[in-house]
């Protein structure tokens, strides 16, 4: 264990923390040199976050001592460690979307004359010259809503800054951003840590890990388990430490080996609520045992698109094809009778109903179906047969968890079980937006394995990420939507991770990427 | 002719400024974050309290400020219950609403007699040209309620402190993201619930405004739903205080109608007449309500620490 000194900006021992009867933080330890870059590494759950979180002042740690250059601190409440030069940007942005980006900066720490008018004259200047220093260029006047999600995050590490953070600790930064705003963001802490500024940032990324920090703190299941120096680690070394097994980080893939054509779309337009056409004549080709990667900045046509496919929303022209067989404009309902299942980026929303239990949950789309039906009363035998056959085959955790609530299993498990569940509808077609969104190491093996498996057995499948390396990883096929439509298509290992990142960001194929 | 319109303006502006008041709370609430269907029963509160002070104490005055209080009373309550219990926001609201008159009611028994009815206060609110006298016919006309200009100074003011000052950035805040208000290290709760007793004071001197201006007692019928014609004004006026203020000068339009088309030998109903104003409620918010923007974050409950 390293002595307390001035030399570090945090240290933190004997950290334990529980929510209810569970342990989420077990006598964790950290330390953090001033003026770098301190990863926390550990899988979904176990306790980066809340460990952070305890470090804001947001909750306070059943036990446990904070020491801020070598002095002790009693951090019990957001105020205080702002104070005490703390600043967080979370994984949820707290911006108010209808506010411009100087209110949103200044919020709570407002430059006020008399009776408490705001005046924004002096505030806009310091954040000026905060942007200057760290290139952290956003137009003031505009409403948030209207930036990007690197956009937004600029505002909120302004926000830290203009509070006069030291320390800066970014939770999962790079979960919603693209490659290039990936680099600028690498760039931009760069810069900060030059001007002596210490962040934390907390990721289950190891790619990320190893080209920004300089030290890792490694958390296993609320347990402190290695506080290792980056470059003596290779990835391989850290996902180990973090899952405590061996994990294989690309997947095996056996060769391309196409069949007929099952899926298509042509010319497709489709407008979002707000009456805008956001997709603009997109045409696109899935084959048997092909899995086609759509890969695209968030806002491109994406949301509509799925929602077409899976007629939850109006086509104004173009056509859908399984089969053969026409399906847009008709019912979700047919489109799963045609043989398209889907897995959808939000779980909670689409996927699974939160308050119903592991089996109910099973059946969601089958409980009118025999034999989990019969005139009209549910077997509830056969469902949970069913929902056994699923807890088995798919390894979800608790084993016997049929009768549980779905809400208390974890992120990767409930993947597991509608993974699972869409797969038993033997489709002809599976749709993935973002399979592996929240998950960690552990289940995104787990579910890129059972994709690859579904394709050797002669299915096709369309994935739909964000994420670059997933596409890259999996897709026989990938293309690339930009602005409603498809701005190139590549075989797998025909293009790297600039190619694609260029055209994702609107460039055109001829031209020469810089 | 002159006098017939200036006729509908003062009864229009009579009828409103209680609207005025309690809309105005109503957008306090729910800028802030938390949904306040019990403003129907802080009205009521305040309309007795503010007419049972003014009759023991012969001063208007007294009962107004009395009234205030008593409707941020319960709206302390509603407080309570929806930001430290984080209890369902319309259930506690139907609560309140069913205190707030059930109250009134049962106190206005037990202080006079049995009676639903408490006596007449001896002087109501004055009108603002009051120290004229009622020498001069243009004068009457134009002489309006004192509470009249007292509920647009109440709007100039909360626009003022809205939108000009830290207090009110921080309140459009907390009903949109009150995460991001926490995080910045502002109390959510302390906040909420100033705003919402706030809008409790200033519906019970709504409801006070009816009885200490318009008519000079409490009955069980003063309170007859202005409360919810409010809070159709807040949705109307997209929850802005100007805009909720325009709405209550049309639904005071609506309650002005009434009184101008009744009576003499119309042909029209009373009993129809009477029915303008919900009606026009109605037909208003079946016109906005999908249309306007509500605060992001009213009637959620905020756990902190959750996602």
Redesign the interface.
């Known amino acids: 264990m390293v002595e307390i000194s001035k030399k570090y900006a945090v240290q933190m021992r004997g950290i334990t923390k529980s929510f209810g009867t569970f342990k989420v933080l077990d006598d964790v330890e950290l330390d953090v040199k001033k003026g770098t870059i301190h990863a926390i590494l550990g899988e979904n759950g176990a306790g980066k976050s809340t460990l952070m979180?305890i470090l804001y002042g947001?909750?306070s740690s059943d036990s446990g001592e904070i020491y801020l250059n070598g002095k002790l601190q009693f951090l019990k409440?957001?105020?205080?460690?702002?104070k005490s030069g703390i600043g967080?940007v979370?994984q949820?942005f707290?911006?108010?979307?209808?506010?411009t980006v100087i209110?949103?900066i200044?919020?709570?720490?407002?430059t006020?004359g008399r009776?408490?008018?705001?005046k924004t004259r002096e505030s806009r200047e310091k954040v000026k010259e905060i942007i200057d220093r760290y290139g952290l260029n956003v137009d003031l006047n505009r409403k948030v809503r209207d930036l990007s999600v690197g956009q937004q995050q600029r505002v909120e590490i302004l926000?830290a800054l203009y509070?006069g953070a030291d320390l800066l600790i970014l939770d999962e930064p790079t979960a919603v951003l693209t490659p290039m705003e990936i680099e600028d963001l690498i760039r931009i802490m760069g810069s900060l840590v030059a001007d002596g500024k210490t962040i934390i940032i907390i990721t289950h990324k190891l790619k990320e890990i190893k080209k920004s920090a300089q030290e890792c703190t490694i958390i296993r299941r609320g347990k402190f388990i290695d506080r290792v120096k980056v470059e003596d680690e290779t990835e391989k070394t850290l996902a180990k430490k973090m899952v405590g097994r061996e994990i294989k980080l690309k997947v095996d893939k056996t060769p391309f080996n196409p069949g007929e054509e099952v899926f298509s779309i042509k010319n497709l337009h489709v407008r979002c609520c707000r009456g805008i056409e956001t997709v603009k004549g997109l045409s696109l080709s899935i084959r048997r045992g092909e899995i086609l990667g759509l890969a695209g900045i968030e806002g491109n046509g994406q949301k509509e698109l799925i929602e077409a496919l899976l007629c939850a929303r109006h086509v104004d022209s173009g056509e859908i094809r399984i089969n053969g067989e026409e399906i847009q404009n008709t019912s979700p309902g047919n489109v799963l009778k045609c043989g398209v299942s889907a897995i959808h980026a939000d779980r909670h929303k689409y996927g699974i109903v939160l308050d119903f239990s592991v089996a109910e949950n099973a059946i969601l789309e089958k409980y009118r179906d025999k034999p989990y039906c019969e005139r009209g009363f549910l077997n509830y035998k056969e469902r949970d047969k069913f929902t056994n056959k699923l807890i088995s085959e798919y390894d979800i955790r608790p084993k016997d968890c049929k009768d549980l609530l779905i809400r208390e299993l974890s992120g990767g498990n409930q993947q597991k079980l509608v993974i699972g569940r869409e797969i038993a509808n033997e489709p002809e077609l599976l749709i993935a937006v973002q399979p592996t969104r929240g998950l960690d190491v552990g289940a995104i093996e787990y579910v890129h394995k059972t994709l690859i498996n579904l394709r050797d057995k002669n299915k096709a499948i369309l994935l739909i990420s964000l994420e670059l390396d997933e596409i890259m990883d999996l897709s026989d096929t990938i293309a690339v939507m930009y602005d409603g439509a498809i701005n190139g298509v590549f075989k797998s290992g025909e293009a790297d991770e600039n190619d694609i990142g260029f055209l994702m960001a609107g460039g055109q194929e001829n031209e020469q990427c810089c | 002719m002159l006098n017939s319109i200036l006729f509908a303006i003062t009864i229009t502006l009579m009828y409103s400024a209680p609207l005025v008041f309690a809309a105005l709370g109503g957008v306090i609430s729910e800028k802030s974050g938390v949904t306040n269907i019990g403003i129907e029963g802080m009205m009521s509160i305040g309309a007795f309290v503010g007419a049972s002070v003014g009759y023991y104490t012969g001063n208007a005055w007294s009962g107004l400020i009395c009234a205030g209080l008593s409707g941020g009373v319960l709206a302390l309550l509603h407080a309570i219950a929806s930001v430290t219990f984080q209890a369902d926001q319309t259930v506690s609201g139907i609560a309140i609403n069913l205190i707030g008159s059930g109250l009134s009611m049962f106190l206005s028994r037990l202080f006079f007699n049995g009676a639903t009815t408490t006596l007449p206060v001896p002087q109501k609110l004055p009108k603002i040209f009051g120290f004229l006298g009622e020498k001069y016919d243009f004068i009457n006309c134009i002489n309006l309620d004192i509470t009249v200009l007292l509920s647009l100074l109440a709007v100039m003011f909360t626009w003022f402190v809205m939108y000009k000052t830290k207090w009110g950035l921080r309140i459009r805040a907390l009903g949109e993201h009150p995460a991001a208000v926490d995080s910045v290290g502002v109390s959510v709760y302390r906040a909420r619930y100033i705003c919402v007793i706030l809008s409790g004071i200033l519906a019970g001197i709504g409801g006070a405004s009816v009885t200490l201006a318009i008519i000079s007692q409490f009955t069980p019928t003063a309170i007859s739903g202005q409360g919810f014609i409010a809070l159709a004004a807040v949705i109307f006026g997209k929850w802005k205080p100007m805009g909720a203020y325009c709405a209550c000068l049309f639904f005071g339009f609506a309650q002005a109608l009434v009184i101008m088309l009744g009576g003499g030998n119309n042909a029209i109903p009373t009993d129809i007449l009477a029915m303008l104003p919900y009606v026009m409620t109605i037909i208003v918010l079946m016109l906005f309500v999908g249309r306007s923007s509500a605060p992001k974050a009213a009637g959620k409950p905020y756990k902190k620490g959750s996602r």
């Open positions: 979180n947001l909750y409440n957001t105020a205080v460690a702002i967080m979370h949820h707290m911006l108010v979307d209808k506010f209110q949103n200044v919020l709570g720490n407002e006020t009776f408490g008018i705001i926000k509070r």
